[in-house]
């Protein structure tokens, strides 16, 4: 079974501009999760979808968005990119909503912000 | 609210020594515990998880984890550390909502950055 799937792997952006990030979770994993990892701040959760609602949102400005589609599959998106936005961005899947089920995390999205 | 701190930003062990990563967690309902690996340039893979039943958790790469509830702890231990098990490791803990209903965000620890020497 293919795992979770994040494209680009790699992305530099202007401050400023906007970044859509993209997720596949593993196939018959309903609930998606994105996670920002810096240096400094460590691992810090965005938000959480399940069936294409937002469960839960951490705690992040409004620039930063999400959606999920009708197959599972998420689009992160942040707006007026600042050089603070560069992280690691990884999503996760897992079978069903809440914290029992545990998290299948991608490699991950590198945005560099410049 | 959640919180979990790991103790040891960094652990150095010899090849075949005892590896022993500690983790401290806060939770106002009963906890789901979690120990993530993660190598360089990739995600994070799940090593193993506590959510009820028995407190000593196998996980895999001969790594297991005991849940003291007295003690609030989850230390993530393996007997004989190999040159593959350098990476950095971290501890999770669940989320819940106002209502003490456990949801899927997890919080994380620092994380544990383990060297192994030949």
């Known amino acids: 079974k293919a795992g979770v799937t994040q494209t680009p792997r790699y992305l530099i952006k202007t401050r400023g501009q906007q970044v859509t990030l993209s997720c596949s979770p593993i196939?018959?994993?309903?609930?998606v999760s994105w996670y920002q990892q810096t240096p400094g701040q460590g691992l810090q959760f965005l938000f959480e979808?399940?069936?294409?609602?937002?469960?839960n949102k951490g705690n992040f400005p409004g620039r930063f968005s999400g959606r999920q589609f009708s197959n599972s599959r998420s689009e992160m998106n942040v707006s007026t990119l600042e050089l603070g936005d560069s992280a690691l961005y990884l999503c996760?899947?897992?079978?069903?909503?809440?914290?029992?089920?545990?998290?299948?995390f991608g490699n991950g999205t590198r945005l560099t912000v410049t | 609210a959640q919180s979990v701190t790991q103790l040891g930003s960094h652990v150095s062990v010899s090849e075949g020594a005892l590896v022993l990563l500690r983790c401290n967690y806060s939770?106002?309902?009963?906890?789901?515990l979690f120990w993530y690996v993660q190598y360089p340039n990739q995600g994070l893979q799940l090593l193993l998880k506590?959510?009820?039943?028995?407190?000593l958790v196998k996980g895999i790469n001969g790594f297991e984890a005991e849940f003291k509830k007295s003690e609030t702890s989850f230390h993530l231990t393996k007997p004989s550390a190999h040159m593959s098990d350098a990476a950095e490791y971290f501890c999770?803990?669940?989320?819940?909502?106002?209502?003490?209903?456990?949801?899927?965000?997890?919080?994380f620890g620092q994380g544990t950055i383990l060297t192994v020497h030949p």
């Open positions: 196939s018959g994993h309903r609930s």
């Open positions: 999770a803990v669940s989320g819940s909502n106002a209502g003490g209903t456990s949801y899927g965000k997890l919080t």
């Open positions: 506590y959510t009820t039943g028995a407190t």
């Open positions: 996760a899947s897992s079978t069903t909503a809440g914290g029992r089920s545990p998290l299948h």
């Open positions: 939770s106002s309902v009963p906890p789901y």
């Open positions: 979808y399940f069936s294409e609602t937002q469960r």
